[in-house]
């Protein structure tokens, strides 16, 4: 299993200790790093700056909004960060939910996301392997555009640019099962949000395609308080399952559902639409919290560590708020 190292997305500003925990990942033998987008920061920009700053670890999106770019403009973005890093680029891409699309980026969400996922991902594709021009007449994407306020000029092309990689990886945040199913056949991984080695049944992955990537993330934190370890779990499960999503249509919370938590999901989001933010984060089951992240002592983590190894994850994307404990990790992983 290898190790990878998620920094997300900015807060309020830019961290300036990205960099150097980024750089020292590398040094400890880490695969990959992550970036993430929301509506705030971006996905690629703070990539490309940690690719200059950085020589050997691979560098991914997870995830970049769909909704936020073309799938052709996020193919651009690939192609260029995978020359500029010497072939390291693996592009994380999801569909985010209706709140977002169509609150932050003014589009309206996908009545089949499937269907617009899968076209998004033909498309990148088609740029990646320039075996010609771009053509697709889909539902949600089509190249050349041909809608009925199109003015019939549309050439089909193909990039200037030859991609450093005709094959690019691409993999998937999915959350639902129709959509991890998909993921299994178009992707060549899978950005899982919430893993719990316990519950790998949920997922429903037996049958993985050959050289296929598992890479969920984790928050990882050595610590000798496992309760105060867990309170920053709890923190981002609260703003997920209560503020990443209308009450109606909620991904996330769909998910703790099925996980087996579909009251306190429901505790979690009526609290946070009652602006009690502080209360829907307590309502976080520390048993939950605590299935999915790595937290406590070393030897705690260690045991639990080997859960995660002995499923079919492929990286471990580690959200880690010290070098101290990505340190740890390396060693327990080695």
Same mark, same amino acid.
């Given at each position: ?91 994380? $891409?999801?569909?985010? +939910? /209706?709140?977002?699309? !169509? #609150?932050? *980026?003014? &589009? ?6 499937? @269907? ?11 740029? $990646?392997?320039?075996? +010609? /021009?771009?053509?697709? !007449? #889909?539902? *949600?994407? &089509? ?6 306020? @199109? ?15 005709? +094959?690019?990886?691409?993999?998937? #945040? ?161």
């Amino acid at each position: 299993m290898r190790l990878g190292l998620a920094l997300g997305y900015w807060g309020r500003g830019p961290d300036p200790g990205h960099v150097d925990l980024a750089r020292e990942a590398e040094r400890l033998g880490y695969d990959s790093v992550w970036t993430a987008e929301a509506w705030g920061s971006d996905a690629f920009t703070p990539l490309a700056w940690i690719a200059a700053h950085t020589s050997r670890i691979r560098l991914g999106t997870a995830v970049a909004q769909m909704a936020a770019r073309t799938p052709t403009a996020t193919a651009m973005h690939a192609l260029t960060l995978d020359h500029l890093s010497g072939g390291r680029m693996m592009l994380g $891409l999801g569909l985010s +939910g /209706p709140q977002v699309v !169509e #609150g932050w *980026y003014g &589009r309206p969400f996908p009545a089949s996301p499937l @269907a617009a996922t899968r076209e998004y991902v033909e498309v990148v594709r088609q740029v $990646l392997r320039r075996e +010609g /021009p771009v053509r697709l !007449e #889909g539902r *949600y994407h &089509r190249h050349p555009y041909t809608g009925a306020d @199109a003015t019939g000029l549309g050439k089909p092309l193909k990039p200037i640019t030859h991609p450093l990689r005709p +094959g690019l990886p691409v993999l998937l #945040g999915a959350e639902g099962p129709k959509n991890i199913a998909q993921t299994l056949r178009i992707a060549d991984g899978w950005l899982p949000l919430y893993w719990s080695p316990l519950r790998t049944d949920v997922y429903d992955v037996e049958d993985l395609p050959a050289g296929f990537t598992v890479a969920p993330l984790v928050r990882a934190q050595v610590c000798d308080d496992v309760t105060a370890g867990l309170v920053p779990v709890k923190a981002m499960l609260g703003f997920y399952i209560g503020g990443m999503g209308h009450a109606a249509r909620n991904f996330h919370a769909a998910l703790m559902a099925r996980m087996g938590y579909g009251t306190e999901a429901r505790r979690i989001q009526e609290l946070f639409a009652q602006g009690r933010r502080e209360e829907a984060v307590l309502a976080v089951p520390d048993s939950f919290a605590d299935e999915i992240s790595l937290v406590g002592p070393r030897g705690r983590i260690a045991e639990r560590l080997a859960l995660w190894r002995a499923g079919p994850v492929t990286d471990l994307l580690v959200t880690a708020p010290d070098p101290a404990t990505l340190r740890v990790l390396a060693e327990l992983n080695s």
